[in-house]
């Protein structure tokens, strides 16, 4: 197992978000030692669904506007439809996904999670993958979609939805020992 003490990632997420897309893999980061930080727009407990149905309410550790990417070492974005569609009007969340990409710190996102990076103007150029019914927005901001459980692009891992977890942690846990073994370098 990979060892991720020192890693620091920020979450972005606010209400709607796919409550497996956050927790699973925050908590599999975090038994692996990385520490988590749930940012969100209202800073402010956040409504997770399960699908269409209310899941677990989800305290936020923080305001994204007050997020610097300089305190990251990578972001995650997980999905939900109603999550990204808030996300991806959110100046401020555009604002810290261009930061993190361009210090080209891992963007690891999953299912309807890309609409942030289309929004924020990142996508074009870009392989990845998304649940598939946001597959032409991917396109048509000009990203090569893919069909796969993980795609991996340079410092973004992108996947398709909660059944594709477990793959998507083991890419986590890939690029982010990558960031530790850099850093101790």
């Not at 890693?7 to 980061?29: S, W």
């Not at 942690?169 to 982010?176: G, H, K, T, Y």
């Amino acid at each position: 197992m990979s060892d991720l003490k020192g890693i620091r990632v920020a979450i972005l997420a606010t209400d709607g978000v796919e409550q497996a897309e956050l927790i699973e893999p925050r908590k599999f980061m975090e038994q692996l030692g990385a520490k988590t930080t749930l940012l969100s727009p209202k800073a402010a407990p956040i409504q997770a669904m399960q699908h269409d149905e209310k899941g677990e309410t989800i305290p936020a550790d923080g305001p994204v506007e007050a997020a610097n990417a300089q305190d990251y070492d990578a972001v995650l974005l997980p999905g939900g439809a109603l999550n990204a569609d808030k996300l991806r009007m959110n100046e401020e969340a555009r604002r810290f996904v261009r930061e993190m990409d361009r210090a080209q710190k891992p963007v690891a996102v999953i299912c309807h999670g890309p609409w942030l990076l289309v929004s924020a103007g990142l996508a074009k150029g870009r392989r990845m993958t998304s649940y598939y019914t946001i597959q032409d927005d991917l396109r048509n901001a000009g990203a090569e979609w893919r069909d796969e459980e993980v795609v991996r692009d340079k410092n973004w891992i992108s996947s398709r939805q909660p059944s594709d977890i477990p793959a998507f942690n083991r890419a986590i846990a890939e690029i982010l020992t990558d960031v530790r073994a850099k850093r101790a370098a």
